[in-house]
């Protein structure tokens, strides 16, 4: 089993940049990969992001690239999602994600809204 816990949402202004936090906790070192995912009212849950544990590869969305970065902290057992430039398409509920032994795993999800 692998708990995760999102932090880091909130209200900002388009062209502003939030950070998001997702703490694993359990099962760590079963993980194959972790991610955010992102789910607008109406749309499809969408990834926007995925880093491998094994090497710290990552993978971003053509919608993103070059605004966003994911990173981790071993350490910390944390994966982050650094937000920058962001536009009003961006606004969602953003979900972190871990894939474990064929097993998928979602945190709670935290808001972001883009807003003036």
């Known amino acids: 089993q692998v708990q995760l816990v999102e932090s880091g949402g909130g209200l900002v202004q388009p062209g502003g940049s939030l950070r998001l936090s997702c703490a694993a906790s359990g099962s760590i070192f079963s993980i194959y990969a972790m991610g955010w995912y992102r789910q607008a009212p109406g749309k499809q849950r969408e990834s926007v992001a995925v880093?491998?544990?094994?090497?710290?590869?990552?993978t971003l969305a053509d919608s993103v690239k070059g605004r966003f970065t994911i990173s981790r902290d071993i350490a910390k057992n944390t994966v982050y999602l650094e937000m920058n430039s962001l536009k009003p398409e961006d606004e969602a509920v953003y979900y972190c994600?871990?894939?474990?032994?064929?097993?998928?795993?979602w945190g709670q999800g935290t808001q972001v809204t883009i807003s003036s």
């Open positions: 994600n871990a894939v474990s032994r064929g097993n998928l795993y």
């Open positions: 880093i491998i544990a094994s090497d710290g590869s990552t």
